[in-house]
C-alpha cells in the first residue's frame, strides 16, 4: 500500500512540471473550512484579474499568466505544502491570506529568494525592508489599522477618550494577537482603558466573551476576526443590543458575508478599509465583458464588487503593477522572483496610474524603498447599511500614528535581525 | 516456496527470540532500511521532504507512542494534540534557553518533559477507565493549549505568541530553521523514527509490554498475576508520553520550524494521530507506519490526483478528498476491523502457504 502510493504521488509530482515564458502566480486559495466565507471572494478577485490581463492584454506585456490555485483550508500544514507544491512551478509571488501561513513562508521564502506579500495581514514588522528582504506588506498593516480604528474613535469624541474603554475581541492566533502591543502603546498615549478578549479557533463559540462585554460595559469594540468569528461576533452582538456604531471591525471583519447573517441588527456596523468599495469603477466593466460574461469568471461568479473580491483585484493589481516595473528594470520580459522582488520594492502607485488602470480613487498612493515595504498606513472607515445592503466610505483616507507604530517596528525587526543573525541592508 | 521458517536454523536463544523470524522478513528489514538511509536521501526534494516523508516520519512516532498507550495498554488517550504541544513547547524553551547544546538532546529532553506531564495526566487513569479516561485526556488537551496560549513564558514574550525554532546543527549542517537541507531534515527524522520504532518494538515484547497487555486484556486478572496496576499503566503513559512528545518537538523544530498552538496542536491532531492507529492496527508498531503512511499520503495523492493531473477546482477535489478518505475509513473498519496491520499479518500468513495452500 505504502509503495504503491509512493509511487502514484511520485508520478504525480512529475507531471505538474515547469511552465516556459508565463508569469506564474500562486493563489494559495481556501475555499472550504471554517474560513471559507471570506477566502471565496479573495480566491475569485485575484484569479479573475489575472483572468482579465489575458483575455483583455494577452497578459502582462504580451506574457501570458498561468495563475496555480492551491487549497490550503487556512491550515499551516496545508499551506507549507502548497508552497513547496507549487515554488518549483517559478511562482513569482506568494500571498497566501493567512498570517499563520505567512509566519511560515517568511523564513522558507527568504531561503529560496521568493517574494511574499501579505498586503494588509502577515508580520507588521516586516514593513522594515531592510531586514525582510524578500517582505512586503503595503499599502497597510494591522498596527496601521489598530492606531485607525482609535484615530477614529478620537474623531467621533473630539479628539478626547480619556477614562473610555475600549474592549478587543480577538481571534485567538498569530493574527489577533498582533494588534494588542500597538493598542497597548496607544493607550498609555491616550488614556484610554484596553481589555483583551480572546476567541479560539474557529470562532463560533463566543457566549462568555460577550457576556463579559455586558458586565464590562466597553464604550467600544475592536475586533480582529476572520471567517465565521465575524458573523457570530456580529450577530451576537446584536443579541445583547450593543449599539453597532461603536463596534468596529478590522478590514478583515468587514465583509458583505459577516454582517449579511445579522440582517437588519447589523446596521450600522463599521469596519476599516485600506481601498475603496462598490463596482462603480471603468475595470469592473471589463471584468463583466472579458471575464463574467465570457463564462471565464472563477468560482461561481457571484461575488464581483463585494470587499473581499475587491481587495483581491487590489492584490493582482498591485502584483502585476510590479511585474510591470520589474520589467521596465531589468529590460526584460521573462522575470524570475528576483526581479519581481526589485519590481515590488521600487512599485510606485499614482493617481494617474490607477486612472489608466481603471480604477481611479480606488486605493492610496506610495511608493515602496528598501527601508519601507510597507506604504504610509493609510486607510478609512466604511459602515454597513443594512436597507441598501452595502458598505459606505463615511471617512476620508487618513495615516495611522505613524510616531507609535514605527518606532514598535524597528524595536520588532531589531529583535528579529538579531535572533536571525541579519544585518540590516539600508 | 521462499517466506517459511523451515531451513532456517535457529542455534541461539538470540536467534530464536528475533524480530524478524523468517530469512526473507529480515532481508526485507534490512533492505528497507538500508533503502532508508542510502538511497532515498539521494533522491529528495523539497516537496518530498516538506510534503510527504517529514509528516510520514514524526506522525508515524506519534503514533507509535499513543500505540503504546491505546493499543499494548487499553488506556484511551485524547491528549495526544497537548502532548505533542508539550513536547514541542519544551523543546523550544530548551532551544532558547540553551543555545550551545545539541538540538538532539533537546529533543531527547522534550521527550522527557512530556513523559512527566504525561504521567500527571494519566493519574487519574488508576481510578478510572474507558470513556470517562477519555474524557480526563480530553481535558488534557484543552488545558495545555489553553496554558501555552495564556501564559507568554512559554513563548518568551513574543508578540505574535507563535513559537519558532531558530537554526540549529548537527555536525555543521543545519537541521532546523530555513537553510536546512532537504536530506538533513530527513535523515534527522528517520534517525529518531527508526530508533523508537525498535525501542517501542522491543519494549512491547518484553516484560513492559506484556504487563500492558495484561492490564489492557483484564486488568483485575493482571492484579491477581501480580501486576502492578499503578506502575504498568504509568509506565505506559510515561513512555508513550515520551514518544509523542519526542514527535511534537520534531514536528516544531524540524517540520514546520514556526507553530502557533491552538492551530497546530488541536484537538484534531488527537483524532488524527487516533485515527491512524485504529487503522494501522491496534497494539502493532507496523500498524503505526501504515496509519500513518495511509492518513499522510492518502490525501496528498488525491490532490496531486484531482487537481495537478486530472485539473479539477480545488475545492471540488478537497471536498472529495474528505469524502473519499472518510469513506474509506469506514469502510476499513467495517471490512477490517484489526486495521491495516491484521491485514498484512494475513498476507503473511498466505505467503507462507503460497503457492501450495492445501
Known amino acids: 500500500m505504502k509503495y504503491k502510493l509512493l509511487t502514484a504521488v511520485a508520478a504525480a509530482a512529475m507531471a505538474a512540471g515547469p511552465a516556459l515564458a508565463e508569469l506564474t502566480f500562486s493563489s494559495l486559495s481556501y475555499r472550504t473550512g471554517p474560513y471559507a466565507a471570506g477566502g471565496i471572494p479573495f480566491a475569485d478577485g485575484y484569479a479573475d484579474y489575472f483572468t482579465l490581463l489575458n483575455e483583455r492584454d494577452g497578459g502582462i506585456n504580451g506574457v501570458k499568466i498561468n495563475l496555480v490555485e492551491c487549497e490550503t483550508g487556512y491550515n499551516t500544514e496545508k499551506g507549507v505544502e502548497c508552497y513547496e507544491a507549487t515554488k518549483g512551478q517559478g511562482v513569482l509571488v506568494y500571498q497566501p491570506l493567512s498570517t499563520g501561513i505567512t509566519y511560515q513562508l517568511i523564513p522558507k521564502a527568504t531561503a529560496d529568494k521568493i517574494p511574499v506579500h501579505s498586503m494588509g495581514y502577515g508580520r507588521t514588522s516586516a514593513k522594515n525592508g531592510s531586514v525582510f528582504e524578500w517582505v512586503f506588506n503595503y499599502p497597510a498593516n494591522y498596527w496601521d489599522g489598530a492606531s485607525i480604528a482609535i484615530t477614529h474613535i478620537l474623531d467621533i469624541n473630539g479628539g478626547d477618550i480619556n477614562g473610555k474603554k475600549v474592549a478587543l475581541l480577538y481571534h485567538n492566533s498569530a493574527y489577533g494577537k498582533e494588534p494588542i502591543r500597538t493598542l497597548e502603546e496607544l493607550s498609555k498615549k491616550h488614556g484610554y482603558e484596553l481589555s483583551l478578549l480572546p476567541v479560539d479557533h474557529p470562532g463560533q463559540e463566543q457566549k462568555s466573551q460577550w457576556l463579559q462585554i455586558r458586565q464590562q460595559r466597553p464604550d467600544y469594540v475592536i475586533m480582529w476576526g476572520w471567517g465565521v468569528m465575524n458573523q457570530v461576533a456580529i450577530q451576537e452582538a446584536a443579541n445583547i443590543r450593543f449599539p453597532m456604531e461603536n463596534f468596529i471591525g478590522i478590514w478583515w471583519s468587514g465583509s458583505e458575508n459577516d454582517v449579511r447573517p445579522a440582517g437588519d441588527s447589523a446596521h450600522n456596523y463599521k469596519a476599516l478599509t485600506f481601498h475603496n468599495v462598490g463596482s462603480d469603477y471603468p475595470l469592473f466593466d471589463d471584468i463583466g465583458k472579458y471575464v463574467i460574461d465570457a463564462g471565464k469568471a472563477a468560482g461561481a461568479g457571484d461575488q464581483v464588487g463585494t470587499v473581499l473580491y475587491n481587495r483581491a483585484l487590489y492584490a493582482a493589481m498591485l502584483a502585476a503593477e510590479a511585474v510591470k516595473t520589474a520589467m521596465e528594470i531589468h529590460g526584460t520580459t521573462e522575470i524570475t522572483p528576483p526581479m519581481m522582488r526589485d519590481g515590488m520594492e521600487a512599485l510606485e502607485m499614482t493617481e494617474e496610474k490607477m486612472i489608466a488602470l481603471g480604477l481611479p480613487n480606488f486605493g492610496p498612493t506610495f511608493s515602496i524603498s528598501c527601508q519601507n515595504h510597507g506604504g504610509y498606513g493609510f486607510g478609512a472607515v466604511t459602515q454597513w447599511d443594512a436597507e441598501a445592503g452595502e458598505f459606505k466610505l463615511i471617512t476620508d483616507y487618513f495615516q495611522s500614528d505613524q510616531d507609535v507604530i514605527q518606532e514598535l517596528i524597528e524595536e520588532d525587526s531589531a529583535k528579529y535581525a538579531a535572533e536571525n543573525g541579519i544585518e540590516p541592508r539600508c | ?358
Open chain 2, 1 to 358: 516456496m521462499f517466506y517459511r521458517e523451515a531451513g532456517d536454523f535457529k542455534t541461539s536463544y538470540m536467534d530464536d527470540s528475533e524480530t524478524f523470524p523468517i530469512r526473507f522478513d529480515r532481508y526485507r528489514y534490512y533492505f528497507v532500511l538500508f533503502a532508508a538511509f542510502a538511497v532515498v536521501p539521494f533522491l529528495l526534494n523539497d516537496y518530498w521532504v516538506n510534503a510527504v516523508l517529514l509528516p510520514f516520519l514524526i506522525y508515524s512516532i506519534a503514533a507509535i507512542g499513543l500505540n503504546i498507550l491505546v493499543g499494548y495498554c487499553g488506556q484511551v488517550s485524547l491528549g495526544t494534540g497537548g502532548f505533542m504541544a508539550v513536547g514541542a513547547y519544551a523543546c523550544y524553551k530548551l532551544m532558547t534557553g540553551f543555545p550551545d547544546v545539541n538540538i538532539f538532546f533537546h529533543i531527547i529532553l522534550a521527550g522527557a518533559v512530556t513523559a512527566g506531564v504525561c504521567v500527571i495526566f494519566g493519574l487519574p487513569s488508576l481510578r478510572i477507565k474507558g470513556f470517562y479516561l477519555a474524557v480526563a485526556t480530553l481535558a488534557a488537551q484543552f488545558f495545555l493549549v489553553w496554558l501555552f496560549n495564556r501564559v507568554p513564558w512559554f513563548y518568551n514574550y513574543s508578540a505574535s505568541g507563535q513559537i519558532s525554532s531558530p537554526e540549529r546543527t548537527i555536525f555543521g549542517f543545519p537541521v532546523t530553521g530555513a537553510e536546512t537541507a532537504p536530506w538533513t531534515a530527513y535523515l534527522f527524522c528517520l534517525v529518531f523514527t527508526v530508533a523508537s520504532a525498535i525501542i517501542a518494538r522491543n519494549l512491547t515484547r518484553g516484560m513492559a509490554g506484556r504487563k500492558w497487555m495484561a492490564i489492557r486484556d483484564m486488568d483485575i486478572a493482571a492484579e491477581i498475576i501480580g501486576v502492578n496496576p499503578l506502575r504498568a499503566k504509568l509506565s505506559a503513559f510515561a513512555i508513550s508520553g515520551f514518544f509523542v512528545g519526542i514527535a511534537g518537538a520534531l514536528f516544531f523544530s524540524v517540520y514546520l520550524g514556526a507553530v502557533e498552538v491552538g492551530e497546530v496542536f488541536g484537538i484534531n491532531k488527537s483524532f488524527l494521530v487516533l485515527f491512524m492507529v485504529i487503522i494501522g492496527g491496534l497494539g502493532s508498531i507496523f500498524g503505526s507506519f501504515a496509519g500513518a503512511a495511509f492518513l499522510v499520503l492518502l490525501p496528498v495523492f488525491l490532490k496531486n490526483l484531482l487537481v495537478g493531473i486530472m485539473g479539477w477546482p480545488t475545492d471540488l477535489a478537497a471536498h472529495l478528498e474528505f469524502i473519499i478518505v472518510g469513506g474509506l475509513i469506514v469502510l476499513f473498519l467495517i471490512v477490517e476491523p484489526h486495521g491495516l496491520a491484521q491485514l498484512w499479518r494475513l498476507a503473511k500468513e498466505k505467503l507462507r502457504l503460497w503457492p501450495f495452500p492445501h
